[in-house]
């Protein structure tokens, strides 16, 4: 059962951290007058601030001594360049999660590059297609990894930004802390690892132990939730608030409030809110996430200062983002393609091919994958695709595809509105959920569960297009 977070640690420490704790982001990259952005990342341990009081620091593995790791921010449609240095005690590649990039810049050991060894470099460098929240992890022992730090937000600014009065990002991580802040080592729980995953006791907002986030009233928030914890599920709630989505793993929506009031965000996904401050001027309001049952707890809160309010009405502008360039697919010609996901506990289920815990359509691909196994299905450049997710297990999975984003059509039959599209679909226990996608981009691309020990389990796979 996942552990109550944030519950364990002092109050004083809450009230201290509340400087920082908004403000800890760093931004890097650097533009250069071609329009291309170069940036350098290295990877290594560092010891984080995370708690602040008297709490140690706690060791973790970083891009850039930070975690999360710094912010990149690039223009949509510029080339981009990272030169990736390995100062990690073990190998490592890059993941430019959601970004619709060329397959030899994917970051996949062992598929589609080597990995990056001790002491070793890589260069990535690709061009974003698409604006947008998207983010940057390891994906070479990436449960542990990313686990231990390694992930940072990948923001992707339109050409025209829609008009808001401040545009902030959330990256929400979850880590298993002792008292001393250090983490608790074991990713490798076989039992946890056949159930919900490691989800962990202390949620962090940029990397701190969140207190409360300063406001004004009237003032329009743009705010990127991004999860990139490697287990824990969120249902974000913004108390005496009406948060409206406006984008779904980076990819626009028709702006919408969510069905009950909850924003769901399972691992590796992004929503974008417009959140315009409409409370009371000196009051405070609660950010709940009360996805596990009986285990809900405040991750933060929004003060508003004294000031009269910025306007007495909510802006006007428009919260519709921009369209992306990714093409509609046709449902009509597509390909069907059945996707079961077994295994787990509960699942009555026996061995596998491959032994791994989970399994998709009775095959496991463990680990960071096992290339030699066969893809779930080979597919002609150019034609649509419609991925049929039967969940046969007692447990949740957020499924993502690798370079492509699709539109996600219907769950147990009835239609999604809203032009939901993503990259990363969180498919309920049980659940059947259709999505469908162009496949315009050549190569090999794996689809798996992004909590990681699913993942790591067997619920992964891969899909060429030819
Ligand atoms: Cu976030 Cu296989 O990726
Ligand atoms: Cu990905
Ligand atoms: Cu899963």
Redesign the pocket.
Known sequence: MPLTPNATLPRRQLLLSAAGAFTAAATKAAAMPAGITITRLTTGPAAVRMIGGETPATELWTYDRLAPGPIIRLPQGKPFHAAVENRLAQSTTV?W??IRLPNAM?G?PGLTQKPIPPGGRFDYAFTPPDAGTF?Y?S?DN?LEQ?GRGLAGALLIEEAVPPTVDRDLVWTLQDWRLDPDAQIVPGFDNRMEAAMDGRVGNTVTINGRLPATLAVRAGERVRLRLLNAAIARILALRFEGHRPVIVALDGQPCDPHEPADGRILLGP?MRVDIMLDMQGEPGRTYQVVDDFYERLSYTLTRLAYDQATPLRPHPLAATRQLPPNPVPRPELGSAVLQEVRLQGGMMSGMGRMMGGGTWAINDRSMTGDGSMSMPPLLRIARGRSCILDFRNETAWWHPM?L?GHSFRVLSRNGAPVPHDAWG??VLVRPREHVRVAFVADNPGTW?L?C?VMEH?DGGL?TTIDVI
Do not use: F, K, R, V
């Open positions: 993941h999660h959601g994917d996949i983010w992890h994906h990436g990313i590796a993502h690798h990259d990363t794996l798996h992004h993942q992964m």
